[in-house]
């Protein structure tokens, strides 16, 4: 059974840092693409950013870049995404997921992990 | 303001059909696949639909997707209780260089 089990969300100052870790299991990790989607509360989802399957091609959003990094470790069956200098604006639900079949369809998703940012 | 347009909400009696549109452009719809997402309240998005039209193992014939030029177009018949979510269309856009989504369009079983 395929399972996403994100980890490392949390309450979290303006300007601070998180990183968050998602533990695959159930599939040969290192075939897969990954991806982190986020879901402000009440909101609707938007995608991070996406990881090759051995991390040397990164796609993520232009409003996003510099402060995120997606990265991951198939030693580890584990994809991270290392925010920093967070803002109001970054507090959601962060899900990790597997694409699949083509590079905007997630075929499994974690239950995500929630990132608040406050003052 | 999302890049892809849905409408906000849409809603049928029990066993009634609905359906869900999703609006673009030629930089992501028109030249690239759909997939369309359901999240019920509280749980994470499940995939319903991928590459336009195709159902991944286990979702029911009841959901149908298709594509035709810049808009694509999800179907629930036999609408069921169950089915009251949110649903999300999604495709990659060659202009942003990433995926882009709708804004969501919350199914209200009357």
């Known amino acids: 059974e395929v399972q996403l089990v994100e980890s490392g969300g949390g309450l979290v100052q303006f300007g601070g840092s998180l990183r968050l870790s998602c533990a695959a299991s159930?599939?040969?990790?290192?075939?897969?693409?990954m991806s982190w989607v986020r879901q402000a509360p009440g909101k609707g989802l938007e995608w991070v950013a996406n990881?090759?399957?051995?991390?040397?091609?990164?796609h993520s959003v232009d409003s996003m870049k510099g402060r995120f990094t997606i990265s991951r470790d198939n030693a580890k069956n584990s994809v991270y995404l290392q925010m920093n200098n967070l803002r109001g604006e970054d507090t959601a639900v962060y899900y990790c997921?597997?694409?699949?079949?083509?590079?905007?369809?997630?075929?499994?998703w974690g239950q995500g992990t929630l990132v608040t940012v406050s003052s | 303001q999302s890049v892809l347009t849905q409408p906000p909400s849409v809603s049928a009696a029990p066993g009634q059909k609905v359906t869900i549109s999703c609006s673009g452009s030629s930089s992501n719809i028109g030249n690239n696949y759909v997939s369309w997402y359901q999240q019920l309240p509280g749980t994470a998005p499940k995939l319903l639909i991928y590459?336009?039209?195709k159902r991944p193992s286990g979702i029911p014939d009841r959901f149908s997707g298709s594509k035709s030029g810049t808009s694509a177009t999800l179907g629930i018949t036999g609408l069921q209780t169950g089915d009251e979510a949110d649903y999300y269309c999604?495709?990659?856009?060659?202009?942003?260089?990433?995926?882009?989504f709708g804004g969501g369009t919350k199914v209200t079983v009357l």
């Open positions: 990881i090759n399957q051995v991390g040397s091609e990164i």
């Open positions: 590459e336009n039209n």
């Open positions: 159930g599939f040969t990790f290192s075939r897969y693409w």
């Open positions: 999604g495709t990659w856009d060659s202009s942003l260089s990433g995926v882009v």
């Open positions: 997921a597997r694409v699949g079949y083509s590079s905007s369809t997630w075929d499994y």
